[in-house]
């Protein structure tokens, strides 16, 4: 096992033990191969997140609601906009959240999120925007929804290490469409960190973690 891999199991071993109904939840992902957050990328989110305390959260990759879920057990004075464009996964997003009790402070809007922009604006502004997506489109989501964000507002970006293979030489990834991944990965992560307007940090917290905020005016 590698040591990265022992480093991992030993963080999730610190995190308490939660729910049974977000055991489940982790249960239900991993049988129907549904990609949630890792545990230990899970708890670096949701410190941030209180960290900064945001009003409004606009999430990009619902999946079955997890992240959702999370986000608002950890920020009870919290609304939470999440998108989700696979039918299936929707309708247990939305199963998931009514049972948490959650309905009230979690809105799912069924649809693509590079066409459902019109909808989300009348929901802003957003004090972070959190993209857990198709991963060949991060940089059209930051840049369709970076708007909607309040003077504030941070972005969060899930899966940007790709399970290292972003730092891997591309003529060793065997699969074409996992290369063709890795490299726009790894080009977001570059212009990502050369934004005019974002100070980005790189977090090698589960799957990678990028905590991109607003630079001061004087320094854009």
């Known amino acids: 096992m590698l040591h990265e891999d022992k480093l991992q199991l030993y963080l999730e071993s610190l995190i308490p033990s939660e729910p049974e109904y977000i055991r489940d939840m982790e249960e239900y992902a991993k049988e129907n191969q549904v990609p949630i957050m890792e545990k230990a990328g899970m708890n670096v989110l949701l410190q941030l997140l209180r960290l900064h305390s945001p009003a409004a959260i606009l999430e990009i990759g619902t999946a079955i609601g997890y992240s959702a879920i999370r986000m608002a057990q950890a920020l009870p004075n919290t609304r939470i906009v999440t998108l989700e464009r696979d039918e299936e996964r929707y309708k247990e997003a939305v199963r998931r959240v009514e049972s ?5 402070r979690i809105t799912v809007l069924f649809g693509d999120a590079l066409e459902l922009s019109g909808e989300v604006s009348g929901r802003m502004p957003f004090d972070a925007l959190f993209i857990d997506a198709a991963k060949g489109q991060y940089r059209r989501f930051f840049e369709l929804y970076e708007p909607m964000l309040s003077a504030n507002g941070i972005i ?4 940007v290490l790709f399970r290292g293979l972003v730092a891997e030489d591309p003529e060793e990834i065997e699969s074409k469409r996992i290369r063709s991944l890795a490299a726009k990965i790894h080009y977001y992560n570059e212009w990502l960190v050369s934004h005019p307007d ?9 799957d990678g973690i990028a905590l991109s905020i607003k630079k001061p005016p004087a320094d854009r």
């Not at 974002?198 to 589960?206: L, R």
């Open 100 to 104: 948490a009790g959650l309905s009230g």
């Open 156 to 159: 969060i970006t899930d899966n």
């Open 198 to 206: 974002y100070m980005t940090s790189i977090i090698p917290a589960g």
